[in-house]
T-cell receptor, first 112, second 114 residues
Framework: SQTIHQWPATLVQPVGSPLSLECTVE??????LYWYRQAAGRGLQLLFY??????ISSEVPQNLSASRPQDRQFILSSKKLLLSDSGFYLC???????????FGQGTRLTVV | DAKTTQPPSMDCAEGRAANLPCNHS???????VYWYRQIHSQGPQYIIH?????ETNEMASLIITEDRKSSTLILPHATLRDTAVYYC???????????????WGLGTSLAVNP
């Protein structure tokens, strides 16, 4: 069966520090991969999606970047965090035929 | 913008059926209706999806009107653990362009009460 791992679960980082959140998927090949952000009491906002190694599409201009160095690994990064980067970050994958999406447990990032 | 509208909140008594409505009046012929739920501080969980016919699985039933402009998610015997935000999403099952994205609204916050 397929599983998705996302870590860490919580993170407190100072303004101006770098960020690296990692997501890995097991039990499937060539998944579509996604990074979402959710502000408190709001819906999910798509940040990045990837349909293959090295292929990243950015949905909104922001202080973040994403990379996909391996087929089942998706990394969200920032060189210098801003206070506005605080939020709940979710990684997800879907099959190539793009049916249902499966989400990780999320990372709650607080920038102080 | 989300293509669906849902009531912001609903209550349901434990053990009773929870019926969550969703309006998608501009749905296209090739768009599916998907339902997810998000328990507090967790990632969303896929529940069910359908195109035209009613669907049922171990979690819920999905009733889609004949004109496909609205649907209802039914949790037949709600438990306290079903308390969550329920999202209704319409999308094309295609890996081309914008079809890869899910557009999320604010969902319905369901409170199951003892």
């Amino acid at each position: 069966s397929q599983t998705i791992h996302q870590w860490p679960a919580t993170l407190v980082q100072p303004v101006g520090s770098p960020l690296s959140l990692e997501c890995t998927v097991e039990g499937t090949s060539n998944p579509n991969l996604y990074w979402y952000r959710q502000a408190a009491g709001r819906g999910l906002q798509l940040l990045f999606y990837s349909v293959g190694i090295g292929q990243i599409s950015s949905e909104v201009p922001q202080n973040l970047s994403a990379s996909r160095p391996q087929d089942r690994q998706f990394i969200l990064s920032s060189k210098k965090l801003l206070l506005s980067d605080s939020g709940f970050y979710l990684c997800a994958w879907s099959p190539r035929q793009n049916t249902e999406a499966f989400f990780g447990q999320g990372t709650r990032l607080t920038v102080v | 913008d989300a293509k669906t509208t849902q009531p912001p909140s609903m209550d349901c008594a434990e053990g009773r059926a929870a019926n969550l409505p969703c309006n998608h009046s501009t749905i296209s012929g090739n768009e599916y209706v998907y339902w997810y739920r998000q328990i507090h501080s967790q990632g969303p969980q896929y529940i069910i999806h359908g195109l035209k016919n009613n669907e049922t699985n171990e979690m819920a039933s999905l009733i889609i009107t004949e004109d496909r402009k609205s649907s209802t998610l039914i949790l037949p015997h709600a438990t306290l653990r079903d308390t969550a935000v329920y999202y209704c999403i319409v999308r094309v099952e295609s890996n081309a362009g914008n079809n890869r994205k899910l557009i999320w609204g604010l969902g319905t916050s369901l409170a199951v009460n003892p």
